[in-house]
Nanobody, 123 residues
Framework: QLQLVESGGGTVPVGGSLKLSCAVS????????MGWFRQAPGRLREFVAA????????RYADSLQDRFTVTRDNAKSILYLELENLNRADSAVYYC????????????????WGRGTTVTVST
């Protein structure tokens, strides 16, 4: 069983930055493609970013690719998401997810999910 634990959320001012982490345990991290999703209050969960097993390929939501960066450290079994120039619309619970395959899964087709970390962007 794979365990995913997100951290790094918090309250930041508009224009601020955060770096989220997702620590993975229980199985070999490098066997999993990884993704980030978010869900704001009253809204559906949405795709943010994803990265392939080896970290070579990344994918972003069109509206976020200029401000968000997804990376992974397979030696440490940690997934990261750097968020820059945050605005109030970025306030949400951010989730990491995993699927045992080489390539980036389509949509939300992931097998394992964390419990999320909350990002609040304040004025």
């Amino acid at each position: 069983q794979l365990q995913l634990v997100e951290s790094g959320g918090g309250t930041v001012p508009v224009g601020g930055s955060l770096k989220l982490s997702c620590a993975v345990s229980g199985r070999t991290f490098s066997n999993y493609a990884m993704g980030w999703f978010r869900q704001a209050p009253g809204r559906l969960r949405e795709f943010v970013a994803a990265i392939s097993r080896g970290g070579v390929t990344t994918r972003y939501a069109d509206s976020l690719q200029d401000r968000f960066t997804v990376t992974r450290d397979n030696a440490k079994s940690i997934l990261y998401l750097e968020l820059e120039n945050l605005n109030r619309a970025d306030s949400a619970v951010y989730y990491c997810a995993a699927k045992a395959q080489w390539t980036i899964p389509e949509g939300s087709d992931y097998d394992y999910w964390g419990r999320g970390t909350t990002v609040t962007v304040s004025t």
